[in-house]
């Protein structure tokens, strides 16, 4: 992979010296001093909380499943007589 980075003069100077040092070019050294840098230390990792939401409802039929809830209502609404 081809990228352009910019470097404080600080890690700059690290590789310029890891290059001297290790008789390496840019590309090298900036390599080897990204692989190995320190790791921080891995995060707990967060499990979100789940819930049961109850009944589920197949959404495969939707047209079918708002008649089947409209007969329903219309049922309801006959025993009360409304």
């Known amino acids: 992979m081809r990228t352009t980075i910019t ?24 390599n080897s001093a990204i692989l190995s840098a320190p790791r921080h ?19 495969d039929d939707i047209k079918g499943l708002l008649g089947q809830l409209d007969d329903e209502d219309y049922l309801r609404k006959q025993e009360f007589g409304k």
């Open 7 to 30: 470097l404080t003069p600080e890690a700059e100077s690290v590789i310029r010296r890891m290059m001297d040092e290790r008789k390496l070019s840019f590309k090298e050294a900036v």
């Open 41 to 59: 230390e891995a995060r707990e990792r967060y499990v979100l909380p789940s819930f049961t939401l109850g009944t589920r409802v197949p959404l």
